[in-house]
């Protein structure tokens, strides 16, 4: 038998290491000029700053490091960047696009 | 199916462009053949069904797969009937996934082997979506009119989980199963899926023929609401939820297909390119054939793509209406298959004149205690007498 699917909700907190499940996809369009993330029977559009954060969701980083790059890249406060990340990424954790 | 496959925005931004209104659509639809083991009572396909050897070739299918990228279709959906019946579906799915679309596969379940989903999955596919008919298999089994179905199904999840692919369950809901509802629902977590569509049966084609015998009451529906409400609270983050509801006991009618071609194209087996699964019956209405036009050409200039696309085809109630562009008038075919004029608003609409006739059906037939028997889906069915018992 195979072994059971996760049954379980994904919280995202800062010392998560988020990622993309294998089917969900990070993709440029060319003919559209932009990103989407495809999913299954969904297709989401992340905005710029959304894309960056999503390309360093490979499993090895955390959060927080995250929040580290993003901070230093917009010249913006840690604690309000990663309370944004967090939030992002937690709602699409309960939409199954991010793992952690 | 879903009837659309809608677009989600991850945060907010002014500078992103607005998918819906790029002019290439999201979606394909492909009906690789009509050919189905089951014979559910509610089936999508049009009540004249496309015989076998009428069915595209594997190359002209391929060649579709190359053109829909270029075009920039994002996702195709194989479906059918029963898609897995087709040897070829390897075939295809390869190329699919080769040219870069994200690959759903749409399967009643009962015909795949093993192997072959081990295969499929190899060549890329990304997704499986697996219908039930209900999860007591005497209903199952009456409903589909094909003797131990369910136990397939649970032996299709239990592949699609060894192989780690991502599972949709598609569960069609109507009066025969409704009271099972939360049994549906467990039974998509104890199959590992990651999503549920509860889909209020959409009465069109056989569904319509059926009505009788399919729609909810009124009280049904609202419980189900609930259950589902309660159900999606209890497992965020492990079951995703796309609730369909019945447009009878709606007060403003979907967007269907998310707009008449702007979102989504229909491929019929043979070949016919329509603007959604239904198109087939509205009148007045020219159908191109990928054998004879590019699809590019067909979803750009194709009169049947034109003729309901956007808001200019619109008459009264629906073009003073601020919902105009919301819900584009609701559905053509069901302003057609009741009102007899696919230019009216959809009756489903409170601002329809045909709305109280409308909820007025749905309410008689739902209140009959013995509904009528089954038309069953199959080859010349619509024509037979009635034969189920």
Redesign the interface.
């Known amino acids: 038998?195979?072994?059971?699917?996760?049954?379980?909700?994904?919280?995202i907190e800062a010392s998560s290491k988020p990622h993309l499940?294998?089917?969900i996809?990070l993709?440029h369009?060319a003919?559209?000029?932009?990103w989407?993330?495809?999913a299954?029977?969904?297709?989401?559009?992340?905005?710029?700053?959304?894309v960056e954060i999503l390309k360093h969701c490979d499993g090895d980083k955390t959060v927080q490091a995250i929040a580290e790059i993003m901070a230093v890249e917009y010249n913006a406060p840690l604690a309000d960047i990663t309370a944004d990340i967090i939030s992002?990424l937690q709602e699409?954790?309960?939409?199954?696009v991010v793992r952690a | 199916m879903n009837e659309i496959m809608p677009t989600e925005k991850i945060a907010e931004s002014s500078e992103a462009a607005d998918l819906s209104c790029a002019r290439a659509p999201v979606g394909m639809l492909c009906e690789l053949t009509h050919r189905c083991p089951l014979q559910c009572p509610y089936c999508s396909n049009p009540l004249e069904l496309d015989r076998v050897n009428s069915e595209l070739s594997t190359e002209v299918w391929q060649d579709v797969m190359r053109q829909a990228a270029d075009l920039g279709i994002l996702q195709i959906h194989l479906s059918g009937g029963e898609p897995t019946v087709r040897k070829d579906l390897e075939e295809i799915v390869e190329v699919a996934a080769k040219v870069g679309l994200y690959t759903n596969l749409i399967t009643a379940g009962v015909t795949l082997t093993r192997d072959r989903l081990k295969r499929l999955k190899e060549l890329g596919l990304d997704h499986v979506q697996l219908s039930i008919q209900d999860v007591d298999d005497a209903n199952a089994e009456k409903i589909s009119a094909y003797k131990n179905g369910l136990q397939k199904k649970r032996e299709l999840g239990a592949w699609v989980r060894e192989f780690d692919m991502p599972l949709t369950i598609n569960a069609p809901i109507h009066r025969l199963n409704i009271e099972n509802l939360p049994n549906i629902i467990d039974f998509a977590v104890e199959m590992g899926a990651g999503r549920i569509e509860v889909a209020n049966i959409q009465y069109y084609a056989w569904a319509l023929k059926n009505r009788a015998a399919l729609m909810p009451t009124r009280a049904q529906v609202m419980k189900s609401a609930e259950i589902v409400e309660e159900a999606k609270a209890r497992l965020k983050g492990i079951l995703v939820f796309d609730f369909v509801v019945p447009d009878y006991y709606a007060k403003t009618p979907k967007p269907c297909m998310g707009g008449w071609g702007k979102g989504i194209m229909n491929i019929t087996p043979q070949g016919r390119v329509l603007p959604c699964h239904a198109a087939e019956s509205v009148p007045g209405l020219e159908f191109d054939n990928v054998k004879d036009k590019r699809l590019a050409d067909i979803w750009l200039n194709g009169q049947a793509f034109q003729k309901y696309r956007g808001t200019s085809w619109m008459k009264e109630p629906c073009k003073s209406c601020p919902r105009a562009e919301i819900d584009f008038g609701g559905c053509r075919c069901q302003a057609m298959a009741f009102t007899g004029d696919p230019t009216n608003t959809d009756p489903a609409c409170k601002f329809s004149p045909h709305h109280a006739a409308f909820v007025a059906a749905a309410e008689s037939e739902s209140g009959v205690q013995t509904p009528p028997p089954f038309v069953y889906r199959r080859l010349g069915g619509a024509k037979e007498k009635v034969t189920a018992e």
């Open positions: 038998m195979a072994a059971p699917a996760q049954r379980t909700r994904t919280i499940p294998a089917h996809k993709r369009d003919g559209r000029g932009r989407h993330v495809l299954p029977e969904r297709v989401f559009e992340p905005d710029p700053i959304a992002m699409l954790a309960d939409k199954g």
